[in-house]
């Protein structure tokens, strides 16, 4: 066995370019699977970190209250004993949060948009300041009622600064207009798609602005010790909030800015919670990590038939080469199962060397962009929900691309390999190269 590698090792360093040439391209395989696994990686990881920070919790237990059958707001009333049944039901609850939800006309003196409003406690909420980079303003002045935080996008088509004032206006649950002006107090830096979306308030501003209740808010967001809790969760607040009394609607994997329509066309008034999860509230930006990683698949299946096109033919042209060495080991006493097992360690030697030479070119390259803080258009900012590239390489996801490219390279190295076993040694001897 250590002589079959050995021979493996010289027949490789006896043809230096042709060794390089394909030890390269699986190197390069290697490396642009990483890249692209870490890059669809660090989307998918910033993704949930800023969605489930700044949008929705790993649970939601929000709702709409409907005053006419047509007219519904995104409200959840009685919050106090609510809260006290979930910390009861959920054991597996880390921490709970509640954000105001709603829907205003955002007027400056020069420009208006229609955003999503997002109601916050500030001071309670020191994940919301980490998900958040902050380009003018403070985050601690979002404690101030009559308050506002944009972003730097909302900003510039409203034409405000820190200090301007707006006015939001929106309909109350009862279908009347209701105004409130409030202050910039924090510009924020894009976070993709959301930053076209949301704005944030203080709670107190939010509720005064549909005259809501202190009672009353927009969900509840459960943030759990473990994520892969979350259906388990969901199922079993879906089953006992019925029992104990609450009215729930029927899951709909949307976010809650989606189903006004839909909830308006039924005929029910009075409250209905909605419970969610996390990737139901942003499924309408999951497109792009589905897309990423549908495209590394496709691309890994192109890239892997090419390579193994080429470990084939690199073999072929090798047996071709050594065919009276292989007539003369045969002589010599040499089994078939040996000559191919030759042959496959070469090629696994080759793979191994191209395959752990492009992983560390790969992780290279994500730790190097990482380091550089790339900032993007603002239309890749839409998909990856951030400014800056973010590669977020996996060691398993490393190890696992090494052995599949290695493990297929190296497989199809048999086909030539048994081939080459089942020559002659008389007329493998005897061949003229």
Known sequence: MFQLLLIALRNLGSHKRRTLLLGGAIAGVTALLVILMGLANGIQTTTVETATTLMTGHVNVAGFYKVTAGQSAPVVTAVPPLQKQLLQEVPELDYMVQRGRGYSKVVSDTRSMDLVLGGIDVKNETGFRRALI??????????????????????????????DTVTLSSPTMRGTSNTVDVRVAAI???????????????????????????DATGALHLYLKDTADVPAVQARLMKRLPELGYKVLDHNPNPFFMKFESVNREAWTGQRL?????????????????????????LLALLLVII??????TLWIAI????????TLRAIGMQRGWVVLMFFLEALLLALFGTLSGALLGLAVCLGLNAAHVTMPMAVQVIIMSEQLRFAVSPLAVAGSVFIITLCTTLVSLIPSFLAARMKPVTAMHHIG
């Open 188 to 214: 924020a830096a894009n976070v993709g798609m959301l930053s076209s979306v949301f704005c944030y308030l203080p709670n107190s501003t939010l509720r005064a602005l549909y005259q809501m209740r202190d």
């Open 134 to 163: 902050l380009r003018e303003g403070r985050m601690e002045d979002l404690e101030q009622p009559n308050t506002l935080l944009l972003f730097e996008e909302q900003a510039k088509k409203l034409e405000v600064k820190v200090g």
């Open 320 to 327: 071709r080469e050594r065919t009276r060495e292989i007539g």
């Open 274 to 298: 909605d419970i969610t999860n996390w990737e139901d509230e942003i499924s309408f930006i999951t497109w792009s990590v589905k897309a990423l990683n549908g495209l590394t698949v496709g």
């Open 308 to 313: 193994s096109v080429g470990v084939m033919n």
